[in-house]
C-alpha cells in the first residue's frame, strides 16, 4: 500500500478552504506526520473556484504531485476544477447536493453531509471541521491525538464554539471511518507519530524569519500579490520583531525608502512582483551607483503587465539580472526549500551589507504559498554585524579600500560628512563630471563582481555522480526534481538545483561539460536560465522542459517529461 | 553675507549668474548657522534638477537622490534616525511633477521634515520647459500655444491635506524668507516651504520685477491655525501673498507614532540589536 496521500480540497473563494487546510495541516502534524501544503487561487475575494493541495505522509513530503487520492469539493464543479487530476481511484467527499451526479461519476464518491451535520450544531460553519474528521476517519488517523490538535486550533475561541467544533470533528470522523470500510482504499499516510516538535512553515514566513535573522529593521513595501505575504507577516509582529514597517504609497517610494533607510543606518527590505519590481527599477540602479546596501524580495508571478496576479512562474530571472540602466554589480539568490528561504533572505542582507550591493532574493508564488514541516534551523549564534563606521573628520564615503569596499559612515554617527550622489561622484560622493574619475569609479563598481563571484554558492548535486544525463533546475522546482530524480532512481542521471543565479558559481561549467546531455527545467517559456547558462558558459545543446500556463510542475510531470527525454536519446 | 560654518571652500557652482538659487542658498546656510545645527547632525536630500544640486555647495550630510524622489528618502531618513534634522529639497518639476505623489503622501504622513521647493514656475536643466507651476498661457519652445494647465497650487493642495505648517516666502527679501525658514526648519511635523524664485535664464515672464509686483505679505491679523482661512489665502492667484499661511502644532510627526510602540521607543535603527532568542521562539511558535 502507498504510505503518502494526496489530498485536494476544492471550493469558493470565501467558503474557508484556507482554514480547512490549516486546521489539516494541524491536525496532521499533531499525528506525528509529515505535511506538505500549497494552493491555487483565482484573482478574487469571493467565488471563482480555488483548490488547495496537502500531502500526508509517514515518508518526507515537500514537493506537489498531480494525483489526488483525496478530493473533497465543498462546491459544484470542484471536480471538474481539478481536470484529469481526479480518476476513478480519487475517494471523492462531499454533500450529494454540492456536487452533479456526472462529477460523483468522475470517482469513487462517497456522501457526507456536512451541511446538514452543520447545520444540526447550529452554524454552517462547523461544515468545515466536520470535513476535516471525515478526512481523518478515513485515513485512520488515531481519534483522540486528531481530536487534541482540533482543541488547540480553537484554543483562543469561545467555549461553545470548541465544544461544536470538537462534536462536528468526531461525527466527521465516524463518517470517514464508515467510508474507508465501505471504499476498501489503496492509499495510506502510513504509522503516525514518527514526526514531532517540527515547524510548518511557508515560504512566505521563512523569507519573513530570515530577513529578520538578517538583521532587518526596516520594511517599505506596496502590496502586490504574491509577495504581500511577507510584509504582513512582519508588520504583524513588528512589535515583537522590533523593525519598522512602512506601507508605501507605490513601489517607486518603497524603493527609495528602503535606500534612504540604509542610508541612514537601517536595514531596509522590500517585497514586491515584477509590476512593483519594475517601477523599483530606477531606484534599484540608485543603489547600484551610491553602493548602497538594498535587498529585494522579488516574489514572481505570470507576466507580462498584470498577467495571471495568483499564479506562478519563473519568468522574471532576465529581468531582475538586467534590470536597471548602467552597470552595476548585483547578486541574485534563488531558494528552492523552506530552509532556503530562511537562510538565503539572511545571507542576501549579510552580502548586501558586505559589499554594498543590491541583492535579490527571487521566489514565486508556489514556493511562497507553499509549507511543509522541517526541523526548526539553527540559527547561527554569531551576531549580525552591521558593518558601519564611526566617521572621523573629513570622512570620505568612496575613498580606496584595499578590497575596494570604502568604509560606510552614516549620518549622526561620528564627526564626518556623508554624502550620497545619483550623479557620478567622486570619492567625496560630491557630483563630477571628471573623465578619469569616472574611470575609476566604474571600475571600483565593477571589482565587487568578482568579490560576489568568490561568495557564490555552489549548485546542489544530487543523483548518480556518473551521470550522462544532467537535469538543472533553479528555485522553486527543486523538490519536484529531487523527488522525480530519486523515484526513477535511474543510473546515469543526476540533478543540479541552483539556488544562487548570479554570480553563477564557477563550477557550474564542469558540471555541464560532464554531461552528455542536459536538460533544464523551468517554468517559464522562453528557457531564460538555459540563455544564461549558454551566455555565461557558452553552453552547447541545451534541452528544455517548459510549463507557463500558471500553475507549477507536478513531481509527475517533471517524470513524464524525462521520459520522453530519455526516449530521444 | 558673513561666513557661517555651513560654508564649502572651493565648491564651483553650475548655476547662472544672477540665479535666484544664489539667495536661497545664502538664506539657508544663515537660517541654518543662526539655528546653531551641528552639521554633522542635519541631512539634505534632493533630487534632480538646478535646485537638486543645492547640498553640493554647502557643508552637510546629503543623500542627492533620484528625480521626483527626495520625500520617501527623506522620510525614511528621518525614521531610520529621528535625531538627525532631515531637510528635502529640490524644485518644482521635481517636487510638484515628477514626485508629486510622494508630495501628497508625505504631507499626509507627516515626518518631521522640512520641505523646500525652489518655485520658478519652469524647467532649467532641461531649458526651459513648462513645469507644474507654470501659469496657464505661458508659451515655451514645447508648450507652443502656451500652457493649456491649471498651475498646481502646493499651498491649497497642501492646507487641504491638512500640512502641519505650509508658508511661501520670495527669495528677495532675504531677511523674511530667512526668519521663515527658521520656523519652518524649527517646526515639529512636515513644514512646506514654496520659495518664489526668478530663473534668469530661461523665465522671462516671472521675473524679479514680476515676483515684486505680484506678491505681498499676509497681514499681522492673519491666524496660522485657521486653517479656513489658510485655504482661502491659498487660493488667491491675483496677487500671491507670502508669509505663514497655515501652522498646526499638536500633531504627532510619523518616525515619533512608527517607532513609538517599537523596544525603546523612536531611536536610530543602527543602535538597535537583532534579538536571536525572539527569532527562536517565532520559529518554535509553528511547531506542532
Known amino acids: 500500500m502507498r504510505e503518502d496521500v494526496a489530498i485536494a480540497i476544492c471550493g469558493q473563494a470565501g467558503q474557508g478552504i484556507k482554514t480547512l487546510e490549516s486546521l489539516l495541516a494541524r491536525v496532521f502534524s499533531g499525528s506525528g506526520y509529515n505535511v506538505f501544503t500549497t494552493r491555487e487561487l483565482m484573482s478574487r475575494v469571493r467565488g471563482g473556484m480555488n483548490s488547495t493541495s496537502i500531502r500526508v505522509s509517514s515518508q518526507r513530503v515537500r514537493g506537489f504531485v498531480r494525483r489526488v487520492d483525496i478530493l473533497v469539493s465543498l462546491h459544484p464543479g470542484g471536480v471538474a476544477h481539478l481536470g484529469d487530476r481526479v480518476n476513478s481511484e480519487t475517494l471523492i467527499l462531499g454533500d450529494k447536493e454540492a456536487i452533479a451526479e456526472e462529477e460523483r461519476k468522475r470517482g469513487n464518491f462517497a456522501s457526507v453531509s456536512w451541511k446538514k451535520i452543520a447545520g444540526e450544531l447550529g452554524s454552517p460553519v462547523y461544515a468545515n471541521t466536520v470535513a476535516a474528521g471525515a478526512i481523518a476517519g478515513a485515513l485512520g488517523l488515531d481519534r483522540e491525538t486528531a481530536a487534541k490538535s482540533v482543541d488547540k486550533f480553537f484554543a483562543r475561541r469561545d467555549e461553545e464554539t470548541k465544544k461544536n467544533n470538537r462534536r462536528a470533528f468526531r461525527q466527521g470522523y465516524e463518517r470517514g471511518r464508515e467510508t474507508a470500510k465501505e471504499k476498501n482504499l489503496s492509499f495510506s499516510p502510513g504509522p503516525g507519530g514518527r514526526v514531532g516538535g517540527e515547524a510548518l512553515v511557508s515560504g512566505t514566513e521563512a523569507v519573513a524569519m530570515g530577513a529578520i535573522a538578517g538583521g532587518c529593521n526596516f520594511l517599505s513595501f506596496y502590496p502586490m500579490s504574491p509577495a504581500t505575504g511577507v510584509g504582513v507577516f512582519l508588520a504583524g509582529r513588528s512589535e515583537e520583531l522590533n523593525i519598522e514597517v512602512i506601507q508605501a504609497e507605490d513601489e517607486i517610494a518603497a524603493v527609495n ?92 542582507f549579510l552580502l548586501a551589507d558586505r559589499w554594498q550591493v543590491p541583492v535579490i532574493v527571487l521566489t514565486d508564488q508556489y514556493l511562497l504559498d507553499s509549507s511543509y514541516n522541517l526541523p526548526v534551523p539553527e540559527i547561527p549564534e554569531e551576531k549580525i554585524e552591521n558593518r558601519i563606521i564611526e566617521t572621523g573628520e573629513g570622512y570620505r564615503r568612496y575613498a580606496p579600500a584595499e578590497d575596494g569596499i570604502s568604509p560606510r559612515g552614516i549620518p549622526g554617527y561620528g564627526r564626518g560628512l556623508v554624502a550620497v550622489d545619483s550623479d557620478e561622484h567622486d570619492e567625496h560622493g560630491r557630483i563630477t563630471e571628471n573623465f578619469s574619475v569616472r574611470i575609476g569609479m566604474v571600475e571600483k563598481r565593477r571589482a565587487k563582481f568578482s568579490k560576489l563571484e568568490e561568495e557564490a554558492l555552489e549548485p546542489e548535486f544530487f543523483g548518480d555522480e556518473d551521470y550522462r544525463t544532467l537535469v538543472v533546475g533553479w528555485g522553486s522546482t527543486r523538490h519536484v526534481i529531487r523527488e522525480s530524480l530519486e523515484e526513477r532512481g535511474g543510473k546515469g542521471i543526476g540533478g543540479l538545483h541552483f539556488r544562487q543565479v548570479h554570480p553563477l558559481h564557477p563550477k557550474t561549467a564542469g558540471y555541464l561539460r560532464r554531461a552528455k546531455k542536459v536538460i533544464v527545467i523551468e517554468n517559464n517559456a522562453s528557457g531564460q536560465f538555459a540563455r544564461l547558462l549558454k551566455m555565461t558558459f557558452g553552453a552547447g545543446d541545451l534541452a528544455g522542459i517548459r510549463k507557463y500556463n500558471g500553475l507549477p510542475f507536478s513531481r509527475e510531470e517533471i517524470s513524464q517529461a524525462l521520459d520522453k527525454e530519455a526516449d530521444n536519446e | 553675507m558673513s561666513k557661517t560654518r555651513f560654508d564649502l571652500d572651493n565648491a564651483t557652482i553650475a548655476w547662472c549668474p544672477g540665479c535666484g538659487n544664489f539667495g536661497i542658498l545664502n538664506v539657508l546656510k544663515a537660517s541654518l548657522a543662526a539655528l546653531q545645527f551641528p552639521p554633522e547632525k542635519l541631512v539634505l536630500v534632493s533630487g534632480i534638477g538646478q535646485a537638486a544640486k543645492i547640498p553640493q555647495y554647502l557643508k552637510c550630510n546629503f543623500f542627492n537622490g533620484l528625480h521626483g524622489r527626495a520625500l520617501p528618502a527623506a522620510t525614511a531618513i528621518k525614521a531610520a534616525n529621528p535625531e538627525l534634522t532631515v531637510i528635502a529639497e529640490s524644485g518644482d518639476g521635481c517636487m510638484y511633477g515628477e514626485g508629486g505623489n510622494h508630495f501628497i503622501h508625505a504631507v499626509r504622513r507627516n515626518p518631521d521634515l522640512t520641505c523646500l521647493v525652489h518655485n520658478n514656475m519652469i524647467y532649467g536643466l532641461t531649458k526651459g520647459q513648462a ?29 487641504a491635506l491638512n500640512v502641519s505648517f505650509a508658508a511661501r516666502v520670495y527669495i528677495k527679501d532675504i531677511e523674511q524668507a530667512g526668519e521663515i525658514l527658521q520656523q519652518a526648519i524649527r517646526h515639529r511635523g512636515f513644514a512646506l516651504v514654496d520659495i518664489f524664485q526668478p530663473c534668469v535664464t530661461f523665465n522671462h515672464l516671472n521675473t524679479y520685477e514680476w515676483f515684486q509686483e505680484n506678491t505681498y505679505y499676509l497681514e499681522d491679523d492673519h491666524d496660522p491655525s485657521d486653517r479656513q482661512a489658510a485655504f482661502a489665502r491659498a487660493i488667491e492667484t491675483e496677487k500671491y501673498p507670502l508669509g505663514i499661511f497655515y501652522r498646526q502644532t499638536d500633531k504627532e510627526p510619523f518616525e515619533a507614532v512608527l517607532g513609538e510602540h517599537l523596544a525603546g521607543g523612536p531611536r536610530p535603527l543602527y543602535q538597535r540589536e537583532p534579538d536571536r532568542e525572539r527569532l527562536v521562539k517565532l520559529w518554535e511558535s509553528f511547531c506542532s
Do not use: K
Open chain 1, 257 to 348: 525608502m528602503a535606500l534612504g533607510a540604509w542610508y541612514a543606518g537601517g536595514r531596509g527590505l522590500v517585497t514586491t512582483s515584477g509590476g512593483g519590481f519594475a517601477l523599483m527599477n530606477e531606484g534599484l540602479s540608485l543603489a547600484g551607483m551610491i553602493e548602497s546596501p538594498l535587498v529585494i524580495h522579488l516574489g514572481q508571478r505570470p507576466g507580462p503587465a498584470t498577467g495571471l496576479p495568483t499564479r506562478t512562474e519563473q519568468g522574471d530571472l532576465l529581468f531582475a539580472l538586467f534590470a536597471g540602466h548602467g552597470e552595476f554589480p548585483r547578486a541574485i539568490l534563488t531558494p528552492g526549500t523552506i530552509e532556503e528561504c530562511f537562510f538565503l533572505a539572511r545571507r542576501a
Open chain 2, 131 to 159: 513645469s507644474p507651476t507654470s501659469l496657464r498661457g505661458f508659451r515655451t519652445p514645447v508648450q507652443v500655444n502656451g500652457v493649456l494647465l491649471e498651475p498646481f497650487n502646493p499651498l491649497a493642495a497642501a492646507i
